[in-house]
């Protein structure tokens, strides 16, 4: 298997040049295309894990039609790397900032809300991520809640 990496400006073989796309570093998180809006949007936990939720937006001069044949990934991942990003807003904070430990895991439950789903053209978005729990026994062995959120855009 061979891989290329996104260097700001062009694909390359070489891994130590591998730059992020989005302004900021994520831990978890999740990059989808919003018919709505006509462009991509990612919904992320930093790589702090600061208890928060973030999104962030493709800035692309024009609505985004990217290929929606899964085996076009190509299509997908340039149109991602060839606009620049919205600076991370804060949508949620996920956690009480004395929780035990830092919550994570965070993304999205695309088509969670059918045709109302953000990613069907929708207005509505299902964001979950991961809290420890202080009590292992409280119903998950690995001592993990999935939480939930609706968020609602324009």
Not at 109 to 119: E, K, S
């Amino acid at each position: 298997m061979k891989y290329t990496f996104w260097n700001g400006k062009s694909w390359t073989s070489d891994d130590s040049q591998a730059q992020p796309f989005l302004h900021t570093q994520f831990s978890t998180g999740d990059i989808f295309y919003s018919p709505r809006h006509g462009t991509f949007i990612a919904v992320f936990s930093n790589n702090y894990l600061d208890n928060k939720i973030y999104y962030s937006y493709l800035q692309a001069p024009s609505f985004i039609s990217p290929s929606h044949d899964c085996s076009n990934w190509v299509d997908i991942v340039e149109n991602i790397v060839k606009y620049s990003w919205t600076p991370a807003v804060q949508v949620l904070h996920s956690v009480p900032p004395n929780a035990i430990s830092p919550s994570y895991s965070a993304g999205i439950l695309q088509g969670y809300f059918g045709n109302d789903d953000l990613t069907n053209g929708g207005r509505s978005l299902l964001v979950t991520w991961n809290t420890p729990t202080s009590d292992p026994t409280g119903g998950d062995p690995d001592g993990l809640k999935f939480e939930h959120a609706q968020l609602q855009f324009n």
